[in-house]
T-cell receptor
């Protein structure tokens, strides 16, 4: 089954404790992105990647890191999480720019 | 000013009603227009995709794009309780992929 898989689905952590949210896709997509979704603000892009070893900032990259060492994986790293990073996070992948994006199930992160 | 503005809702309609969801945008570089549907506790899923001005129909759904006015709409005919979800417009025109509206929460009452 074609899918984008995120882990974990739910995470509660404390301020400053480094964490990684994993994302993996099995559709051989070139493009991958991370979004955060907050009430009233919709989905905002954090980082995106057009191919292996090619990443770039989206609209809200502060406090986040990403890497794309393999085509199928695109982890999101929070080196020192803060409460304002409490949000619902989605990973997405697509064949190319301007094509349909397939989303994961989401990761609900709470930073206390 | 946001690049994409979407009517916030929430919207509550009786079953069978015609629903109109709307977005406006400011960036002429947007060339691809999509509507995503997001059920509670799920990721968004593509509902409609178009890249030209005019109408595109798919069953009970019609996507309308007016590039001259920078205005896009999604119409749902004969709405059903299963249509209850959040609808997000999404626009694209560069390698940054998608820029989303804030979403409209729709409830269709049986």
């Amino acid at each position: 089954e074609a899918q984008v898989t995120q882990n974990p689905r739910y995470l509660i952590t404390v301020t400053g404790k480094k964490l990684t949210v994993t994302c993996s896709q099995n559709m051989n997509h070139e493009y991958m992105s991370w979004y955060r979704q907050d009430p009233g603000l919709g989905l905002r892009q954090i980082y995106y990647s057009m191919n292996v070893e090619v990443t770039d900032k989206g609209d809200v990259p502060e406090g986040y890191k990403v890497s794309r060492k393999e085509k199928r994986n695109f982890p999101l790293i929070l080196e020192s999480p803060s409460p304002n990073q409490t949000s619902l996070y989605f990973c997405a992948s697509s064949f190319g720019e301007n094509t349909e994006a397939f989303f994961g199930q989401g990761t609900r992160l709470t930073v206390v | 000013q946001k690049e994409v503005e979407q009517d916030p809702g929430p919207l509550s309609v009786p079953e069978g009603a015609i629903v109109s969801l709307n977005c406006t945008y400011s960036n002429s570089a947007f060339q691809y227009f999509m509507w995503y549907r997001q059920y509670s506790r799920k990721g968004p899923e593509l509902l409609m995709y178009t890249y030209s001005s005019g109408n595109k129909e798919d069953g009970r759904f019609t996507a309308q794009v007016d590039k001259s006015s920078k205005y896009i709409s999604l119409f749902i005919r004969d709405s059903q309780p299963s249509d209850s979800a959040t609808y997000l417009c999404a626009l694209s025109g560069s390698a940054r992929q998608l820029t989303f509206g804030s979403g409209t929460q729709l409830t269709v009452l049986p």
